[in-house]
């Protein structure tokens, strides 16, 4: 299973958007971004559907009754022609991979130097279920071409807003706009690797049933315990190069501000916590599913609903019941992700910066609900899986398959 489709459709619906919303400014401005970059840009906005049904609505207090469908029909067509073009691609490269599967091998003998990095081992020792999800080469993790050039892009998006925002802050217009910065980038770019790394968990046991080695693992004396322990950290452990990422921009904003090193850590603590969540919600969807469509497509839809998109329709219906809905509104905020991994940030602009307003009562006790919450649900989501693994998978109590006798007749 490949997470190159969940990759490069998070790079096309949010990056256009990104980068429209900083037109003119920055870098991305000047005659070479008009002729190259803005075409582009231009051509993504008109076919994202979050952009286009902004766009629809103009008036948000008019949804249902001024909606310009002339906008919403003009955006279908476009996403029509791109989805036949995009299937007349996949056509022709089915027929580019399969060639080059069956010629890899001869392609390895003719050059035995490989252009890849050397990598660190760790030597088989110790539990090998952990080993394996680690350093053994694994389906989930290959992202092709499209994948490479989407992380590319965000690399390059990352890099540039954080030299200007630098630029900014250190002028004297912009003192202390960099951690409003590494707010946005917080929810926005972590968010989507919790989302990736959710959708890479959904497929750790089914990519391995629909390539017919469950069956081979389960035959092996590991314990439940140790398969989804081993699954666990192998998916967490593919998490170190995205935290990488942001876990430089907190240390850029110690640097500009050393009191921001407590908000920093309560980033970190909060995105582990959520990475542990997710892992633990995907392998559970995955241990019991029997296609890693099935999986991904619950995991994610989960993943969506309880973690912020409850507030599109729940928040509504509170807030034009309730008569007093301030703080009632607030402890909604709990389940929300994306509130919850940037709230040292919040905490920290309102009571070292003193940016007034950033704080409304009840934010923290939203805060700690949602932490102490998901971390019961993910604790309680690993012993599950732990203690009915043998149920879960088709596997007998004694450590054999179903169906196979006790004398392996």
């Known amino acids: 299973m490949e997470i190159t ?12 958007i990104i980068l429209q ?47 310009d469908m002339v906008a919403i029909w003009q955006t279908l067509s476009q996403q029509l022609l ?36 050397p990598r660190w081992k760790r030597r088989l020792e110790g539990d090998p279920m952990i080993w ?8 989930v993790t290959k ?39 590494l707010m946005g980038l917080t929810g926005y770019l972590g968010t989507g690797i919790l989302l990736i790394l959710a959708a890479r968990a959904a497929g750790l046991v089914t990519s391995e049933k629909e390539r017919d080695c469950w069956s081979s693992l389960l035959a092996t004396p590991l314990s439940g315990q140790e398969i989804v322990r081993g699954k666990m950290w192998g998916n967490l452990y593919s998490l170190r190069w995205p935290l990488l990422i942001l876990i430089v921009n907190w240390a850029l904003g110690v640097l500009v501000a050393p009191a921001f090193l407590w908000a920093s850590v309560g980033l970190l603590i909060t995105f582990l916590l959520m990475a542990w969540y997710v892992t633990n919600l995907g392998l559970c969807f995955s241990l019991s599913s029997l296609t890693t469509l099935r999986s991904m497509g619950a995991t994610l839809g989960t993943l969506l609903i309880t973690g912020g998109g409850y507030m599109f329709c729940c928040c ?33 602009m309102e009571y070292v910066q003193d940016s ?12 700690g609900l949602g932490v102490v919450g998901y971390l019961v649900v993910a604790n309680g989501l690993y012993v599950y899986m732990s203690s009915n693994f043998d149920r879960l998978a088709g596997r007998t109590d004694d450590g054999r398959p179903l169906g196979v006798a006790p004398n392996g007749l």
């Open 356 to 367: 007034g307003g950033m704080m409304e009562d009840g934010m923290g006790i939203a805060y």
């Open 5 to 16: 489709g969940e990759l490069g459709l998070g790079v096309l619906i949010f990056l256009p």
């Open 82 to 117: 791109v989805s036949v073009l995009a299937s007349l691609l996949a056509v022709f490269a089915i027929r580019r991979v399969h060639l080059r599967e069956t010629t890899e091998a001869a392609r390895r003998e003719q050059s035995p130097r490989s252009w890849r990095l």
């Open 316 to 348: 509504m219906v509170v807030a034009s019941s309730a008569s007093n809905p301030g703080d009632f509104m607030m402890l909604f905020l709990a389940p929300c992700i994306p509130f919850l991994s940037i709230f040292p940030v919040v905490a920290y």
């Open 143 to 181: 992202l092709g071409r499209v994948g490479q050039i989407s992380i590319a892009l965000i690399l390059l998006t990352v890099c540039a807003f954080t030299v200007q925002f630098l630029v900014v802050h250190f002028s004297n217009i912009g003192e202390g706009i960099f951690h409003w910065y």
């Open 132 to 139: 394996k999800e680690i350093f053994a080469g694994s389906a």
């Open 21 to 67: 919303v900083s037109a003119g400014w920055g870098p991305f401005r000047g005659a070479a971004w008009n002729a190259l970059g803005k075409p582009i840009v231009d051509f993504c906005i008109s076919i994202n559907p979050l952009w286009s049904l902004n766009r629809a609505i103009g008036d948000p207090n008019a949804i249902g009754v001024r909606l």
